[in-house]
């Protein structure tokens, strides 16, 4: 029978063990730390109907959608768990406490170039706020606040939250009548960073924005200083459009809740060329960067979209969210040496039995099980070298061997495998040594 040449397709990740255990470590704090701020679990289908799916969908999100049919029906792969959230919100409105704060951690699918740290396939660790016909900023300062407490969970201390309002963009847009394209003026000025100044001023022009409106936009994007300062510097600037003013006063607030949250200047800036790509942002948004690496791209981001639910009701849902790339966090993560290990082993215990009689070391395997001790069994036919040689290899900490002076005595020999270090004990006080 010929063989198939086993591969993964680009674009998608696969982990060895090891990577997994890391991986899985960062998805639980993640997730502890969502729930430190109250923010509750759901879940949601991979697979939606199309119609429901794209209802708010369009540009860019719909070119990059894993779409099929089966059958009679129209299937799409979730592309983010934003949009899932506005028709999980409006299905089950008369079950769900206001404000909503949920979180949820699952693989979402887009049909980008594969590129270094950049999946078809990843995990998207979110967290949303949904109001019920209103929701007040102080949801638009706690996002930045979990964002911090997330990263410096995770042992990060290096990285800085870019903050700014899509309605002061939109205000100036306005202001140069340049509203009709307002969205494709967002998406260029979002990718300023990666293509530069001069590639951005030739995408403008594309656009048919005359140079007076292109320098105008560029000088106003490259406004900067501390928080404080371009809050002043927005405030003289002489744009008198209402809604570039309304977004001034949301940022100002959203800075105030953040000075009382007590979050140092170190760790969030204002940043007036984040504009985020996706088009259901309609306030405040968010990038997360790794300091000095920002060519590596944002890490989490998000932002305030007050029109998402429109599609599935006629109730007022406005939310606030970010969403965190956990698949791509590990990639960087992993590329700048930055990811700190707790546990190189799921097991904490390997039980090595001596003997052909392995009915001692299964009960004592099960004791360790039963008092919420990870033990594995290694019961292979191998010399004790072989036996402790894999323990090295998968990294457990310690090992009990078990022979027929042990089963006579029930004292087992317990060694640390780290320091080599070997003594006799009884189960019990094994059990005191491992939960200590």
């Not at 949250?261 to 790794?290: H, M, N, P, Q, W």
């Not at 990294?395 to 003594?423: R, S």
């Amino acid at each position: 029978m010929e063989k198939v040449q086993p591969k993964t397709l680009p674009g998608f990740m696969e982990l060895l063990p090891e990577e997994q255990i890391v991986f899985n470590q960062m998805k639980e704090t993640i997730q502890k730390t969502y729930e430190k701020y109250g923010f509750l679990p759901i879940d949601t289908p991979v697979i939606e109907a199309s119609e429901v799916l794209l209802a708010k969908a369009g540009g860019e999100t719909e070119k990059q959608i894993y779409n099929f049919k089966k059958g009679e029906n129209d299937l799409t792969l979730r592309f983010d768990l934003t949009v899932p959230l506005a028709k999980y919100v409006a299905e089950h409105y008369n079950q769900l406490t206001f404000p909503f704060k949920r979180y949820q951690i699952g693989k979402v699918y887009r049909g980008e170039r594969p590129q270094r740290g950049r999946y078809r396939e990843f995990y998207q660790c979110d967290i949303d706020v949904i109001g019920d016909g209103e929701l007040s900023l102080f949801f638009d300062a706690e996002m930045p606040m979990v964002i911090y407490n997330t990263f410096k969970a995770l042992g990060l201390d290096e990285f800085c939250i870019f903050i700014n309002n899509r309605k002061i963009l939109e205000g100036l847009f306005k202001s140069i009548n340049a509203e009709n394209q307002k969205i494709e003026i967002m998406r260029i000025i979002d990718k300023l960073e990666k293509i530069g100044e001069e590639n951005t001023r030739k995408e403008l022009k594309t656009l048919g924005l005359n140079n007076e409106s292109i320098n105008t936009i560029i000088n106003f994007i490259n406004i900067n200083g501390n928080p404080l300062e371009i809050l002043e510097k927005l405030e003289n600037i002489g744009i008198d459009n209402p809604e570039f003013n309304l977004g001034k006063e949301e940022l100002k607030k959203v800075i105030q809740f953040l000075k009382a949250f007590g979050i140092s200047d170190k760790y969030f800036a204002i940043d007036l060329k984040i504009a985020r790509g996706l088009d259901y942002y309609t306030g405040t948004v968010y990038e997360t960067f790794i300091d000095g690496h920002r060519d590596m791209g944002s890490i989490c981001s998000g932002g305030r979209y007050n029109n998402l639910s429109d599609f599935y009701t006629d109730k007022k849902m406005p939310g606030v969210g970010i969403s965190i790339g956990l698949s791509r966090l590990y990639f960087v993560l992993n590329e700048l040496n930055l990811i700190k290990v707790e546990n190189k082993s799921i097991s904490k215990v390997i039980v090595i039995p001596m003997t052909e009689n392995f009915s001692y070391s299964i009960k004592v395997a099960n004791i360790l099980r039963e008092n919420g001790i990870n033990t594995e069994l290694y019961c292979e036919n191998k010399k004790i070298k072989a036996k402790f040689k894999y323990a090295d290899k998968l990294k457990v900490p310690y090992a009990i061997i078990i022979g027929e002076d042990e089963i006579k005595t029930e004292k087992l020999a317990f060694k640390n495998m780290e320091t080599g270090e070997q003594d006799s004990f009884t189960i019990d006080e094994i059990l005191t040594l491992l939960k200590n």
